[in-house]
């Protein structure tokens, strides 16, 4: 139980398209997900995070125009990187949020990642 | 910013046990101790959690200090997929807070 899939797994696009990566919860619904990017060596760093049915939070430096999430449904989350630079190549990650039975059981499925490279 | 601190780089022999510690000497009542790793390339996979009590699971076991300040993640029997980076983190039980990553641990399993 607890998968949480990403589509595409890895996209190459041109300096000014936009990409959509898809973030799914196979067995489980989820009211809240997140999005990290994480670039070479470094640690994941939270991007936002998604509700569902309403608008997403972002962190601190993290353009809401540029990165949009849609949050339609229980079971999938959607990022899409506008007019995507070079500086935009990434990998990103996505997770799911399950709410458990009490204090302690709300833990955190990770998907497998989309590697973005923007040339 | 991540509420802990661990050690850079860990090996470890094949088939020994791995002990990774963590420092979280500001962790507050209600935080719990999560574990995560992530192997190259991949999604982080979460291992295991809790909160004061020691923790076992079909992964490892997780040995929290009386004064919770401190934490270790334990693989019993690490083999060379266990290779990867081992994240610490405190948070709170419930809500929306989202996992904040530090640099984490990267341990090296050696043949």
């Known amino acids: 139980g607890a998968v949480v899939s990403q589509h595409p797994s890895w996209v190459i696009c041109k300096s000014g398209t936009s990409v959509k990566i898809e973030c799914r919860s196979l067995?489980?619904?989820?009211?809240?997900m997140f999005w990290y990017r994480q670039f070479p060596k470094q640690s994941l760093m939270l991007m936002a995070t998604?509700?569902?049915?309403?608008?997403?939070?972002?962190e601190q430096g993290v353009e809401k125009d540029k990165f949009l999430i849609n949050h339609a449904s229980l079971t999938l989350s959607t990022l899409t990187v506008t007019s995507a630079h070079p500086e935009d190549s990434s990998f990103y990650i996505c997770?799911?949020?399950?709410?458990?039975?009490?204090?302690?059981?709300?833990?955190?499925?990770f998907g497998p990642g989309t590697r973005l490279t923007v040339l | 910013d991540a509420k802990t601190t661990q050690p850079t780089s860990m090996d470890c022999a094949e088939g020994r046990a791995a002990n990774l510690p963590c420092n979280h000497s500001?962790?507050?009542?209600?935080?719990?101790v999560y574990w995560y790793r992530q192997i190259h390339s991949q999604g982080p996979q979460y291992i295991i959690h809790?909160?004061?009590n020691n923790e076992t699971n079909e992964m490892a076991s997780l040995i929290i200090t009386e004064d919770r300040k401190s934490s270790t993640l334990i693989l019993p029997h690490a083999t060379l997929r266990d290779t990867a980076v081992y994240y610490c983190?405190?948070?709170?039980?419930?809500?929306?807070?989202?996992?904040?990553f530090g640099k984490g641990t990267r341990l090296s399993v050696i043949a």
């Open positions: 997770s799911a949020r399950i709410a458990g039975g009490g204090i302690g059981t709300d833990t955190q499925y």
């Open positions: 067995d489980f619904q989820a009211t809240t």
């Open positions: 998604s509700n569902e049915g309403s608008k997403a939070t972002y």
């Open positions: 500001t962790i507050s009542g209600n935080e719990y």
């Open positions: 983190i405190v948070r709170v039980g419930l809500g929306n807070t989202p996992l904040v």
């Open positions: 809790g909160l004061k």
